[in-house]
């Protein structure tokens, strides 16, 4: 289980509202102070994310309490490699199709393109079928 920290903002109809900061991975890096990713980290770190989740255990929230949410570690990275390959795959095939059959080299890049716009609608069709489906949305564990 994938574990975050955040604060609760409303509880309604058994449904937990929360806030949560960005976190990345430069607060841990050795070379943080002489990195120039630092600025960019830090202004993408101070930004708030809201996010509705279930409480499937009940557990009792209230508004201000600092609570951890999780996610299945199994379900996030099929889903992460669904989002990430599905275009870079569809790109590749319908490219190389396209090198294949001879046709031109504009022709060759365009259709790579539209095999990279189609990879990307197939993940926002398919992620709007994931996401009623609980084991894919995070869920509240426990009162931090």
């Avoid at 309604?12 to 949560?20: A, H, T, W």
């Avoid at 060759?108 to 926002?124: A, E, N």
């Amino acid at each position: 289980m994938i574990e975050e920290y955040a604060t609760v903002v409303s509880v309604i109809d058994g449904r937990v509202l929360i806030e949560s900061e960005r976190s990345s991975a430069c607060g841990q890096c050795q070379a943080k102070q002489s990195c120039g990713q630092k600025a960019i980290s830090e202004w993408a770190a101070s930004k708030m994310t809201q996010l509705e989740i279930d409480n499937p255990a009940k557990i009792p929230v209230e508004t201000g309490d600092r609570v951890v949410v999780g996610i299945d570690e199994g379900s996030f990275l099929k889903v992460s490699a669904l989002m990430y390959l599905l275009p870079l795959l569809l790109m590749v095939l319908l490219g190389g199709l396209a090198e294949y059959l001879e046709y031109a080299e504009a022709t060759i890049i365009l259709t790579s393109f539209v095999g990279l716009l189609v990879g990307f609608s197939g993940v926002k069709l398919w992620s709007q079928r994931l996401d009623n489906r609980s084991r894919f949305n995070p869920v509240l564990l426990r009162i931090s």
